[in-house]
């Protein structure tokens, strides 16, 4: 082994990593995580709760809310695949980013209305809905009304207006990072 081979023996490792491929697949391994992890949260809440829960419309709540938490496993799969499929850009953290924000945003959005449609339904069918009503929601109880089915629509409402306004909020950022490497391409393609 001659001595300068002693010295660079890492660089091949460290040329991949600078073109991205193994940061590229360990961030879409992270993302797979993320998935099964909630996957398996909304199993757990599912098994755990489902005995527990004291009448129809807080068993159709937990339903909605577990099964929603599942489904949540699949933004962050797809987010995954993309990705794994993406070329080698000269910034390739910056789409993994992007990738992030949308998928925590999508995830916060699709959460967000499935809660506004489990509360519907406790607001409904629960005799404690009540009670329950303080897990869902930030919303002061003062703003909700005595009408049980008035105050369900409207704690529906007000979860599908969050979940808009949240998903659009994490998209503007997902996009505003690539703004701003497309600003960086231009300005480089000017000036060369």
């Not at 082994?1 to 490792?13: N, V």
């Not at 391994?29 to 709760?49: M, P, Y």
């Amino acid at each position: 082994m001659r001595p300068e081979s002693f010295f660079t023996f890492l660089f091949p490792l460290i040329e991949e990593f600078s073109k991205g491929k193994p940061i590229k697949n360990i961030m879409a391994l992270i993302f797979i995580i993320i998935g099964i992890v909630l996957f398996a949260s909304g199993v757990f809440i599912l098994v755990n709760f489902w005995s527990s829960a004291p009448d129809f419309g807080t068993i159709l709540g937990l339903l909605i809310l577990s099964i929603s938490i599942m489904l949540t496993f699949q933004i962050w799969f797809y987010r995954a695949s993309e990705i794994y499929n993406l070329n080698y850009p000269k910034y390739f953290m910056i789409p993994i980013v992007e990738k992030f924000i949308r998928a925590l945003g999508e995830s916060i959005a699709f959460l967000l209305l499935a809660n506004g449609i489990a509360g519907m339904f406790i607001f409904w069918f629960s005799k404690y809905a009540q009670e329950i009503y303080k897990y869902l929601t930030l919303i002061p109880s003062f703003f909700i009304p005595e009408n049980t089915f008035l105050a369900g629509l409207l704690f529906l409402i007000f979860n599908v207006l969050c979940s808009i306004i949240i998903l659009g909020f994490y998209y503007l950022i997902a996009e505003l990072i690539i703004i701003i490497v497309d600003i960086e391409n231009n300005t480089r393609i000017k000036h060369s």
